[in-house]
């Protein structure tokens, strides 16, 4: 039994030894990068020297032949057919008993004039090390977001001696996880770090400055402001370029059903995926997903049929630390007034915020501590 994987990240590995455990005999994984395949959130440290590459690698070098898996690097797939389970990579077409696709997906990239060469994604490793290679300790930095992302590339650069402004559209950091009043928490604790932090404006054209190697960035309030180049953190959405000329069905992500079944012979699993109309980018259903379809695809190719399982979402809760910042979020943001900041300990400070619906708790906000998180957590999955 041979299934094919499409992308080498975290689900793609995840499915590839899950395909192994459920009895496939040949299971080829087709990467398109250089490099095996790595943690992608370690890419932050990377960037900022604080990771060494081999520090990244979701296995060592000897597993993937030693638990049966073929591991193709620099072998992007060019096409699929979900009807007979072909993949084509480098020309030629390799029939499988099924396919797991997990191509993932590729940062989001502001429609702004002039940018070219001044605005640096972060979300492959080659990204990574093209940030590395342009800073040098002194330099100022734009950051473009204010999610998870952005805040981290903002306090790993301050740490490496960069001056990084960080630059957000909405009102407040963390919009999606941060009610305001812990999103002002959290610029206070940057500011101190030597993050200069700009909310409610986002940039509008990207131009060369006089100094030589420097760009100038012009934001929507009119003002501007110089760095040695801008890093992407708004976001990335699913890769469907692949799944569409394959003639998957596909919406924002590739539509799978509860089994992660995609169409004819082709699982999907991870970022490329729209499960229960929603698209995520996390490690946590990556693994689960891969996991699953991985499984399913052996199960799918057995002669005798097997029962297929089903994938289950369960909502993954924010946990970030970075030296003694502790972020963690789950549920509900809540909205404006919604949550009351509540001051735990000072210093070092921390604080919580509880987001009430009528008497039922929805969401929970916690900066510098992670005391009774977990039990939080339980109360929002059991409400
Ligand atoms: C800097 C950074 C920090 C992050 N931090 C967190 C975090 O703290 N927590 C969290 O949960 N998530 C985090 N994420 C998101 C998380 O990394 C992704 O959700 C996760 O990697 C998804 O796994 P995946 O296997 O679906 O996709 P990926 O890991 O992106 O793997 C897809 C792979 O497919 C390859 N590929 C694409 N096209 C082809 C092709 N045609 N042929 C062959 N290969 C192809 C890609 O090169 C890539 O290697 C972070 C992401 C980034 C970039």
Known sequence: MRIGIVGGGHAGTEAAKAARQAGADTVVVYSGEVVPPYSRPRLVALAFQQAAADELWLKPAAWYAANGIELRLATPVTGVRPATGE??????????????????????RPVVTGSEGALLPLWSYDQALAVRDRFQPGDTLLVLGGGILGVEAALRAAGAGLKPILVEKCPGLMPTQFTAAAGTVLRTLLEQRGVTVRTGVSLTAAMPAQAAGQWRYQLDDGSAVEARAAILSIGARPALELARHAGLPVDRGVVVTDTLLAGGRVFAAGDITQFAGSTRCSVREALGQGKVAGANAAAAAAAAGKPLQ?????????????????????????????????????PPAAYRALVRRATRLAGVQMIGTKQDFDQYVRQLASA
Do not use: H
């Open 310 to 346: 089903l994938y289950r979402y369960q909502p993954a809760p924010l946990q970030f630390a970075f030296n003694e910042i502790v972020l963690c979020s789950a549920g509900d943001p809540g909205v404006a007034g919604d949550a009351e900041l509540e001051t735990l300990a000072a």
């Open 87 to 108: 993949i084509e990579a480098a020309g030629v077409w390799e029939t499988y008993d099924a396919v797991v696709l997990a191509n993932g997906a590729a940062p989001i």
